[in-house]
């Protein structure tokens, strides 16, 4: 019985000693594993969801040394993989890679990959492919449009004015408010008539955007315009004239912010906020600390601004003289 005994301890520790040591092997080969040698050579995987997820590590990993597989990946005949390796080498912000995106862009035959190409040429900012990206503006795909605009708008290239104001007559409310976005952050003053145009758009967010803009142009010729649209049918509207005509030095529509602060939008309320925070009066500061317990924290967040720049702005108070000092009486002099 003893015999049993012991030679059922001496496999168990046996068994034991093995297991151990293929744990050890195993967490050795673990600690040995490169991550960016390792997914670079899952980019010629047969399988195409392997490939993809490898580019998207490859993208996390933000290793320039990525770059070059990733470019190869980009003729991968998987879309997936194709937009994987797109955004990855946007991520990497690889101009090297801007060429062969840049022309993704305007003759792959999947609308997804054209359009992740568009956000990568955003993040790469690279002027060079700006005529590629005025060319995907005529795309039929609505979502390469709009993400063309945006990197036009991002790269503040004037030479994409003339596709943008093409833009403004797209069929597409979203199409338009891009286009007159990116007009925006390009700021030519030539293109303020055009934009001045938009403020008459059926799109509310269209009319609420130009009229944004002709106030940070500080565009006194709009300002008959702007009271106006102080009654327009739309809040956002009404609220975006009302801070239009404090940009041009007039406070006509302080009644309309301060009213709109109290919205049922909380994007109206945030939009109201930011205004306030210009207007700058004792009324303003007081609904500005209302605000400041709104139940949105984006709301919250814009007061909490506005009344720092209200604050930041304050004269700071002169410093009285102090009087001089009177010796005990009984001192000599």
């Known amino acids: 019985m003893l015999k049993i005994v012991l030679a059922l301890f001496v496999a168990a520790y046996a068994f034991v000693g ?32 392997i490939r993809r997820q490898a580019a998207e590590a490859l993208g996390q990993l933000r290793n320039p040394a990525a770059i070059e597989p990733l470019r190869q990946a980009l003729k991968d005949q998987n879309p997936f993989v194709r937009i994987a390796a797109i955004d990855a080498l946007g991520f990497l912000r690889a101009i090297v890679a801007s060429r062969e995106i840049s022309a993704m862009l305007v003759s792959d035959v999947q609308e997804s990959v054209r359009q992740s190409a568009a956000v990568a040429l955003l ?46 007559k797209d069929a597409s409310p979203s199409m338009r408010r891009a286009s007159l976005n990116a007009l925006g952050r390009i700021g ?64 006509e529509g302080a009644a309309v912010a301060l009213k709109a602060i109290t919205s049922g939008d909380p994007m109206v309320r945030i939009q109201a906020a930011d205004i306030l925070g210009d207007l700058a009066t004792r009324e303003a500061v007081v609904a500005l600390e209302k605000a400041q317990n709104d139940a949105d924290s984006g709301v919250r967040l814009a007061a909490e601004n506005s009344l720092s720049r209200i604050k930041a702005s304050q004269p700071i108070p002169a410093q009285k003289p102090s009087a001089p000092k009177l010796k005990p009486s009984g001192t000599k002099k």
Do not use: H, W
Request: aromatic share 4%.
């Open 18 to 49: 093995v297991a151990a040591a293929q744990d050890q092997v195993q967490a050795t080969d673990a600690v040995a594993v490169d991550p960016l040698a390792d997914n670079i050579s899952k980019l010629k995987n047969s399988d195409p969801s």
């Open 188 to 251: 030519d003053t030539s293109t303020l008539p055009v934009i001045r145009e938009a403020m008459n758009d059926a799109d509310p967010g269209i009319r609420a955007e130009a009229v944004r803009l002709c106030g940070s142009f500080n565009d006194k010729a709009s300002e008959a315009r702007f009271r106006e649209l102080l009654k327009d049918e739309n809040i956002k509207v009404a609220v975006a004239a009302s801070g239009a005509l404090l940009k041009t030095g007039s406070r």
């Open 123 to 168: 993040y790469i900012g690279d002027r060079s492919t700006v005529p590629s990206l005025v060319s995907a503006l005529n795309d039929k795909y609505d979502g390469v449009r709009f993400a063309a605009a945006n990197a036009l708008g991002a790269m503040r290239d004037p030479q994409a004015i003339p596709g943008l104001l093409e833009g403004l």
